[in-house]
């Protein structure tokens, strides 16, 4: 059975140290909502425990019940505030709003979630299970680029996406930032991480 990678397509790839303009098609995930440090907040590493078991017992499922397999993808990240300084300068991770998300493919329905939230709880349900959600997400015209380094690095790259790149190409932000992780935060060292930074944009 071919294994699916939707890592592959081009919403999931990014030039490190440039920003590049991409579409990105609306795409299905799980997600959940959160609010705080995500080093320190409780719901945030709650939401991670939710989200996991799910996406494995639906790919299983997917393998077992439709002949239809595929890899799991990286864990992703919608973020915003009411002040965008609080990204790039303060940097005041106790003000960031955000929902996690995990990218699913479209054959993935609500009856499969349902079954899989029924199968995760049965065994040892993560508290914040029931609020975990499958909902599609259309971003549309973005810009992204690759970061390589500490998540508390982003302030630079970012800066330089607001203050630079976006008013000489005249756009706007619009949408919340969005970050994918393609490294595992659990096994890879800070400075080696791999982040795509995605800001969805309008014209100016």
Not at 123 to 128: E, F, G, I
Not at 186 to 192: A, D, G, N, Q, S
Request: some cysteine; proline content about 7%; aromatic content about 8%.
């Amino acid at each position: 059975m071919e294994k699916a990678d939707f890592k592959e397509i081009g919403a999931y790839r990014a030039p490190k140290g440039r920003f590049e303009i991409v579409d990105v098609p609306e795409l299905r995930y799980l997600m959940i909502d959160g609010h705080g440090d995500p080093n320190t907040g409780a719901d945030f590493a709650a939401a991670t425990e939710a989200l996991y078991p799910l996406a494995y017992k639906l790919k299983f499922a997917s393998k077992r019940d439709l002949g239809l397999d595929y890899v799991v993808m990286p864990l992703e990240g919608l973020w915003w505030a009411d002040d965008p300084a609080a990204f790039t300068t303060a940097r005041d991770k106790s003000r960031w709003d955000w929902t996690l998300l995990i990218m699913t493919p479209d054959w993935i329905d609500s009856a499969m979630l349902a079954e899989a939230v029924e199968q995760v709880a049965a065994a040892n349900a993560p508290r914040r299970l029931p609020e975990v959600r499958l909902e599609s997400l259309a971003e549309g015209r973005c810009v992204q680029t690759l970061h390589v380094g500490s998540y508390d690095d982003e302030a630079g790259p970012l800066a330089r996406l607001h203050d630079e790149f976006l008013p000489a190409h005249g756009l706007a932000m619009t949408g919340r930032h969005h970050e994918i992780y393609l490294s595992d935060a659990r096994k890879v060292p800070p400075e080696k991480r791999r982040t795509i930074l995605r800001q969805p944009v309008t014209p100016a």
